[in-house]
């Protein structure tokens, strides 16, 4: 069974997100606030964590933190719920390796919509010989050729970014994403995703860039 942590400070919003996830068979461990929820995560290893930004004790940021600076937890796909006022504060989250994040109050349908989606996105992009360098696009923009932003834009579809994510991350229009992701295609002669992500976890998994 698909195991999902819960962390969240407001005990209401905790019972539901719970309630619906139980219902549509997930099993769930919770979480009232930061520091727990590490521990959880660490002790139990979640599919998939769903985690507030503001709480007591350690906020959202230092949670993904936390897990990311972790083996164990490092790749466990990681879904931020925000208040609305924090929505700009997003691209921080979205730097330190969040991989999507919903606004609260948050519907039923989109909360299952970006849960299944994260967890299939987690099963195809896991690759257990690649040991890739995220540190920094230049051996993609080097290795195909690539200007600054376009090779930025690989680094993050290669972290399994939708074109949404990265338009927050590089503070950019989605609408240039997707003509930086049909030059990669273009660049690479490939047709998906998939292909490109693989061919950018190959370069960023050669012994000379994994050593930096």
């Keep these: 069974m698909t195991k999902i ?11 539901n997100l719970a309630t619906i996830l139980r219902l549509e068979g997930y099993q769930q461990l919770t979480a009232d606030n930061g ?15 769903l985690c507030d930004v503001m709480m007591p004790e350690l906020d959202g940021y230092g949670v993904l933190k936390a897990l990311r600076e972790s083996p164990a937890t490092e790749a466990t796909p990681f879904i ?3 208040a609305r006022g924090e929505k700009p504060d997003i691209r921080a989250g979205m730097n330190l390796g969040a991989d999507d994040y919903l606004t609260k109050p948050v519907a039923k349908a989109d909360l299952l919509n970006a849960i299944a989606s994260r967890l299939k996105r987690s099963v195809q992009t896991a690759t257990p010989d690649f040991k890739p360098n995220f540190d920094s696009p230049k051996p993609l923009e080097t290795a195909l050729g690539l200007t600054p932003r376009v090779a930025e834009t690989l680094l993050w579809l290669a972290q399994g ?5 990265i338009a927050t991350i590089l503070g950019i ?8 992701v049909l030059e990669i295609f273009v ?10 992500s693989l061919r950018a976890l190959e370069i960023l998994s050669s012994p000379a860039v994994s050593r930096r």
Excluded at 161 to 165: A, E
């Design 5 to 15: 942590l819960i962390i969240e400070d407001e005990p209401e919003m905790r019972r």
């Design 35 to 49: 520091r727990r929820g590490v521990e959880l995560a660490l002790e139990e290893a979640p599919d998939l964590i």
């Design 80 to 82: 931020f719920l925000t």
């Design 161 to 165: 970014k939708t074109n949404g994510d």
């Design 173 to 180: 229009s989605e609408a240039t994403v997707k003509k930086h």
């Design 187 to 196: 660049k690479l002669g490939v047709e998906t995703r998939t292909a490109a």
